[in-house]
């Protein structure tokens, strides 16, 4: 069965970076691309962008362009985003979530936690 | 950016049918999408491109709109539908989620 697990709760400092995971089985990995979702109760549900994991290309909201850099490790099958320069403002639940040509979202990981605090 | 508008909160006895509705501030043709969320969990996705329900979700679950006015549709309620409903709409850039209605039983 398709799953996307994703790796744990991170605690980081402001003007720090954190790196998240994503790792994806029970499909063909580059078969779908992978999109990364920002939860706050404050913002609600924010998209911030995609990636090919076949070829490795983006799309980004443009409200995250500079602040989330999205990669991707086929021989793992494990997406990536990087949030940089962090703020209070990042802290969210951060969902990872295969995203289908009619550009929806199927299957959701169970999220992870950045908690940005000096 | 699109700016989809949900009702807050709703509630509901079990056996009832109720309806959820989601406005966007422009067209977005048929490529709106539900999702459930409850509490503690991620959210998952009911319903695409405005009626088709996704795998293994129950029939009681159905979904109608096109252009700038979307329905969820839950028919009988359950007590297990106690959650957050989601709209999110795909045909304007970026993609936009609504705020969520919040779905409680009597």
């Known amino acids: 069965q398709v799953q996307l697990q994703q790796s744990g709760a991170e605690l980081a400092k402001p003007g720090s970076s954190v790196k998240i995971s994503c790792k994806a089985s029970?499909?063909?990995?580059?078969?779908?691309?992978i999109s990364w979702i920002k939860q706050t109760t404050g913002q609600g549900l924010e998209y911030i962008g995609y990636?090919?994991?076949?070829?490795?290309?983006?799309n980004y909201n443009e409200k995250f362009k500079g602040k989330a850099t999205l990669t991707v490790d086929k021989s793992s099958s494990t997406a990536f985003m990087q949030l940089s320069s962090l703020t209070p403002d990042d802290s969210a639940v951060y969902y990872c979530?295969?995203?289908?040509?009619?550009?929806?979202?199927?299957?959701w990981g169970p999220g992870t936690m950045v908690t940005v605090s000096s | 950016d699109t700016v989809l508008t949900q009702s807050p909160a709703l509630a509901v006895s079990p056996g009832e049918r109720v309806s959820i509705s989601c406005r966007a501030s422009?067209?977005?043709?048929?490529?709106m999408h539900w999702y459930q969320q409850k509490p503690g969990q991620q959210p998952k996705l009911l319903i695409y491109?405005?009626?088709n329900l996704a795998s293994g979700v129950p029939a009681r679950f159905s979904g109608s709109g096109s252009g700038t006015d979307f329905t969820l549709t839950i028919d009988p309620v359950e007590a297990d539908d106690t959650a957050t409903y989601f709209c999110?709409?795909?045909?304007?850039?970026?993609?936009?989620f609504g705020a969520g209605t919040k779905l409680e039983l009597k």
């Open positions: 990636i090919n994991t076949g070829s490795g290309g983006t």
């Open positions: 999110q709409q795909s045909w304007n850039d970026p993609y936009t």
């Open positions: 979530a295969r995203i289908l040509f009619d550009w929806y979202f199927d299957f």
């Open positions: 491109k405005a009626s």
């Open positions: 029970g499909y063909t990995f580059t078969s779908y691309y």
């Open positions: 422009e067209g977005v043709n048929s490529y």
